[in-house]
């Protein structure tokens, strides 16, 4: 799922998005994590609607993301949001520390 | 050409620890080919609907997998579309028979989930989402509570209209000796079950489940067969974010207007559907992108008891309990949608038969709607 060559070949994207903001358009909070997420839940993952589009991919200028240092108040529809660079989940047994795009409250 | 399927039959569905994979698909295909009367040989082809087999228990090769495990050495291919499997490869199976190349094949739909730790379940389902979506954390609950989000805030359902689905459709399941779950529950009992991804809750979600469904298509009209009126399929992006609304499955109501204009009918004519119920929202959209009930106002007509067992007047939706009360190993549930309303219009569905049904339509979707698998059925 993350291999080295892979998030190598994201930096560009990643690099592209950082600091973009946007608004919250649906939302929701994962009580019940996947494997490599459970030292985060709860965390919400929110749809964003980024007006600058959204570069080299397809799409209309959404992403989904997780949702960082949040509260409760700033799971609305239309809460403001900017794109960081996050480690994404527990490392690997690799080792690898996979980091990518989250987004957090303006 | 016509197309026909002349036989059905299901495994029951639930938590199988002693049936391995290979016990279930001979169980079902024996089954079907016994219902269709006829023996293996006469099967030129076998499509298998699978998703997870490759990720949680390394086996992939399916086609030979299962043909071996049936004794035969006809071509045997395995179809892949996450949730949709079943349907599509019943889609493929119709498609090899309109084709000429067969006269009569098999289509298997089995999984095997409840081997597996529930958290590796999770995130090999989430091979259906998007590369975004799985970094974000999200699971399948997460990405159609987004939905159900999105839906609720538009048009003001409530927490207990959602509830409503799961309560319908386990008390269909109550009357289906091989649904997972033969216990009805409450309102009361959902909203209070425990979170997973809000506002969806525990009794909000289709379980992890074992079972095997195998369905015989042939273009020769058996006694009892039962007609393929349509068969389509529709295709929208992977995640979520591509999507212009979040309010509808845009791939369910392409596949469903396709399917209304090859078999000639309207919603209105349909008495009996097995649709795509992953989650309760996924009925509620399931519901208007079918074209039963008008947008935003299916929630409030399921919970009047308008699609239920006993009360419905016109269209009873899922009687064999759905996904949520009949259990949902994922390749398997398109293909026992379709021996649920086959089961349906031959008037051998025992307690839970809708009398009279003569038309029956069965909706398949593949992850959170980027595939979508429309079948209706003629007696």
Redesign the interface.
């Known amino acids: 799922?993350n291999s080295p060559v892979k998030i190598w070949r994201n930096q560009k994207y990643i690099a592209s998005m950082l600091g973009r903001e946007g608004a919250i358009?649906?939302?929701?909070?994962?009580?019940?994590?996947?494997?490599?997420?459970?030292n985060?839940?709860p965390?919400p993952?929110?749809?964003v609607d980024l007006p600058a589009g959204k570069a080299g991919l397809?799409?209309?200028g959404?992403?989904?993301?997780?949702l960082v240092d949040w509260t409760e108040s700033d799971l609305a529809?239309g809460k403001r949001v900017r794109v960081v660079v996050r480690r994404?989940?527990e490392p690997t047994t690799e080792g690898i520390i996979?980091y990518?795009?989250?987004v957090k409250p303006v | 050409m016509n197309v026909y399927i002349t036989g059905a039959a299901t495994t029951k569905f639930g938590e199988l620890w002693a049936t391995s994979p290979r016990q279930l698909a001979g169980e079902a295909v024996g089954g079907a080919l016994k219902d269709a009367g006829i023996g293996i040989r006469r099967i030129q082809a076998l499509f298998v609907g699978n998703m997870l087999s490759g990720i949680l228990g390394g086996q992939e090769h399916l086609g030979a997998f299962f043909a071996e495990e049936l004794g035969i050495t006809a071509p045997a291919f395995k179809i892949e579309g996450a949730c949709a499997s079943g349907g599509l490869a019943l889609h493929n199976a119709v498609n090899s028979v309109l084709s000429g190349q067969y006269d009569t094949v098999v289509v298997l739909g089995v999984e095997k989930m409840t081997d597996h730790k529930p958290?590796?379940v999770?995130?090999a389902l989430?091979g259906a989402g998007?590369e975004?979506?799985?970094?974000?954390?999200?699971?399948f609950?997460?990405l159609y509570?987004?939905?159900?989000?999105?839906y609720m805030?538009e048009y003001g359902t409530t927490r207990e209209q959602l509830a409503a689905v799961a309560v319908k459709n386990h008390y269909h399941a109550s009357l289906n000796p091989n649904a997972q779950f033969h216990t009805t529950i409450t309102i009361e009992q959902v909203v209070r079950s425990?979170?997973?991804?809000?506002?969806?809750r525990l009794l909000d979600c289709s379980p992890i489940s074992d079972g095997a469904s195998a369905v015989v298509v042939s273009n020769k009209k058996s006694a009892h067969g039962i007609l393929v009126a349509a068969s389509t399929v529709a295709t929208d992006?992977l995640?979520?974010?591509?999507?212009?609304s979040?309010t509808q499955l845009a791939a369910t109501k392409e596949a469903g207007k396709r399917a209304y204009a090859r078999a000639g009918i309207t919603p209105k004519d349909i008495d009996v559907a097995e649709v795509h119920d992953c989650f309760t929202i996924a009925e509620i959209l399931a519901m208007e992108d079918l074209g039963f009930f008008a947008k935003g106002k299916a929630a409030a007509a399921i919970a009047a008891g308008e699609t239920r067992l006993g009360k419905s007047r016109h269209l009873v939706v899922n009687p064999s309990g759905g996904l949520k009360g009949c259990g949902h190993p994922v390749g398997a549930t398109g293909v026992k949608q379709i021996v649920e309303l086959v089961d349906q219009l031959r008037g051998r569905a025992g307690a839970r038969q809708v009398q009279g049904a003569t038309i029956g339509l069965a909706h398949n979707v593949g992850g959170s709607g980027a595939t979508a698998v429309v079948h209706i059925l003629k007696k």
């Open positions: 799922m358009v649906s939302w929701t909070v994962i009580r019940v994590p996947p494997g490599g997420f459970s985060l839940a965390y993952v929110v749809v397809v799409g209309d959404r992403i989904t993301a997780q529809v994404i989940s996979p990518g795009i989250k | 958290e590796d999770a995130t989430m998007s975004e979506e799985r970094s974000a954390g999200a699971t609950p997460g509570a987004i939905l159900a989000c999105a805030r425990s979170r997973i991804a809000d506002p969806l992006s995640g979520l974010a591509g999507r212009a979040l």
